[in-house]
């Protein structure tokens, strides 16, 4: 039997929900592990994520940080050079430089000290003021996502959680008709819009909800976090089966 991937999100998400929501979600993965590849799509980077890694019972197969632009696999959670390649060639070496000779003329935004990655990292908190920036940083040649009412990130331009997914998906010979995510946050949208299947858990924000009209591989779960996971989850692992 091939397996079934599950790439999800971590905060609010496979981390959310009641203490029995996720005891239940991680005992049910526990049981079903060999059946399972297990991969956490995180706007955290890898050293962020630490406390995570130490403290859950399950330790993934594969990571996509930093919001989509670091990927890391197998036990050491290595770089994987395939993808490295790919997402080296994403990120120019003066695109730092560039983005953040924009960013001057934008004091609102709180620059985050220690970021991960490829890409840059602010704080947000007067929406029309991190628009403006973003207007101003687009033709640059990134992306700009603003998430969580207050995460303000520049990407590289086709690169986020969703894409790297899929590059991840290919590049490692697993099969997207068995692949399930799972988020809460705008910075999840990318992951539903690959078309693969999905679950929306019941705590997820607002705006979120409104992106996700139309979208029919998307599960909007009436569960919260970790509960809503393992409902998708279950009814997708066994439906596929079959």
Partial sequence: MRKTILATDLDGTFLGGSDAQRAALYDWIGAHREEIVLIYASGRSLTAM??????????????????????????????????????????????????????????????????????????????????????????????VLLSADIYFDVLPRGVQKGPTLLRTLQALNLPPERTLVAGDTLNDLSLFQTGLAGVAVANREPLLTQALSGMANVHQSALEGAGGVLEALQRFHEGEKK
Wanted: hydrophobic letters at 40%; one cysteine or more; charged letters at 20%.
């Fill in 50 to 143: 630490q406390d995570v890694l130490d403290d859950l019972p399950l330790q993934p197969d594969h990571i996509i940080a930093d919001v989509g632009t670091s990927f890391y696999s197998g036990p050491q959670y290595l770089p994987h050079a395939g993808m490295e390649a790919w997402l080296d060639q994403a990120w120019a070496s003066d695109a730092r430089e560039r983005i953040h000779a924009v960013l001057r003329e934008h004091a609102h935004l709180q620059v985050q000290p220690t970021v991960e990655g490829r890409r840059i990292s602010c704080f947000y908190s007067d929406e029309s003021l991190a628009l403006a920036a973003r207007d101003a940083i687009l033709p640059l040649g990134f992306d």
